[in-house]
């Protein structure tokens, strides 16, 4: 092989080399280029679904219960200051007879029984929101006379074999128009209300 025909040789196996190299960058590019652009689309569309989500409810854990209220709701506030209280509760049309209120922004299980324009009792029945003193739903029975004892008075449960009622007044003596009332079902805290007397005590609901 002659010195001219190895330089042309070589000359060509160099070009070749440098136009696989520069394909190989071009594909690269395009390659970066699409995936950027797919994660640009994907967190815009996040972002987009996010702003349609509504807002959860409140934490079960930031509402206590204790004889004459859970949360923010109060024994004895008219509507306009429950709905003061609780915004996200709105408009909502009332009777003026009793009846039961929800709002999809309380924690779940909460309901509210209103009784001649104001309120006098709150359900709680889903685990979630507990008392002051720590008893919710899904508790066994026996915590409840550990922690209030000779305040909780038991009762045999008018629907359910087996089951009881558990009847606490609150830890002030001044205060005899007040209770929280649990009922028990297998051994347990099956859903419990407060409010005050009498419709705290009683078995059926209104409305």
């Not at 394909?23 to 699409?34: I, K, L, N, P, Y």
């Not at 967190?43 to 923010?72: D, Q």
Request: hydrophobic share 35%; proline share 4%.
């Amino acid at each position: 092989m002659t010195l001219d025909s190895s330089r042309s040789a070589f000359g060509g196996l160099y070009v070749g080399v440098m136009l696989l190299v520069s394909a190989s960058c071009a594909s690269d590019r395009r390659a970066v280029g699409a995936d950027t652009s797919g994660t640009t689309t994907s967190a815009k569309a996040a972002a987009e679904s996010a702003s349609r989500t509504p807002a959860s409810s409140a934490p079960a854990g930031s509402w206590t219960a204790g004889p004459s209220g859970v949360g923010p709701v109060r024994v004895g506030m008219s509507i306009d200051e429950l709905r003061a209280a609780t915004p996200a509760y709105g408009s909502r049309p009332v009777s003026e007879e009793c009846q039961y209120v929800r709002s999809e922004d309380w924690p779940s299980g909460v309901s509210v029984m209103v009784a001649r324009g104001r309120v006098v009792r709150i359900d709680v029945d889903s685990a979630g929101v507990r008392t002051t003193e720590g008893i919710g739903v899904g508790d066994l029975d026996s915590r409840i006379r550990e922690v209030y004892g000779a305040r909780a008075a038991e009762t045999r449960h008018k629907y359910v074999t087996g089951g009881k009622y558990y009847s606490v007044v609150g830890p002030s003596a001044t205060d005899s128009s007040h209770r929280i009332v649990f009922e028990t079902e297998n051994g347990r805290v099956a859903r419990f209300r407060a409010g005050r007397l009498p419709e705290v005590e009683w078995v059926e609901r209104c409305g």
